[in-house]
């Protein structure tokens, strides 16, 4: 933390890793070799605001010698968000994880309905400047024809948040590494599940041979 701690990713893995199906949270870091280091993780009954309380809060007290103004980015999925992380690292950006944010906006249009705002989707998030992003939005909403509640749904819960998400502001932020979401925290992620499965499987192979 105290070297790479610039940028930091949280994320939550809800899969089946313990008898009692708890959670696995973790703070991770990417360093000088872009090798994913963690820096903090934990078991919880379930991903909640409160956890990832109680994990930065101790993240903060067991790195003493970094500041908390020298936090740059954090990155999550949409279950965080700028004003939660702003509490522990007052001048960090929030960036949110891209893949995610499709998957939300996926299962918000309907999968069936998904074909005709992918395209435009996707070319929203990845403008180039602030004309490209707003020339999108009018292109989505023109899909979305008289569902109201669609086109406040993109003008106003995402388009609101794009300083989270718009590649042309994300880009403006200093120490991203060019990174546009939680490909740092997934890589951890499959670290556990690969070392998980190991385990269980050299155990099962001990259980056979005794």
Known sequence: MER???????????RELNARNWCYLAVNVLNDCHETQVVIEALAIGERLEVYKFILNSL???TPTVSVNEIKICSSDAFLNL?????????CHFIRDHYHLLENVKTRVGLSNWSK??????RWIHAKDEASFNKALQDIVAVCGLDTALIIYFQNTIAGDNASFAKYILCTYEGTLTLRGLSIAEANNSSVLSFVHELTSARSTEHLVS
């Open 4 to 14: 790479y701690g610039h940028y930091i990713a949280m994320d939550g893995m809800k």
């Open 60 to 62: 903060i007290r067991f």
């Open 83 to 91: 004003n939660f992380v702003r509490q522990f690292f007052p001048r």
């Open 117 to 122: 705002y992918e395209y435009h989707v996707k």
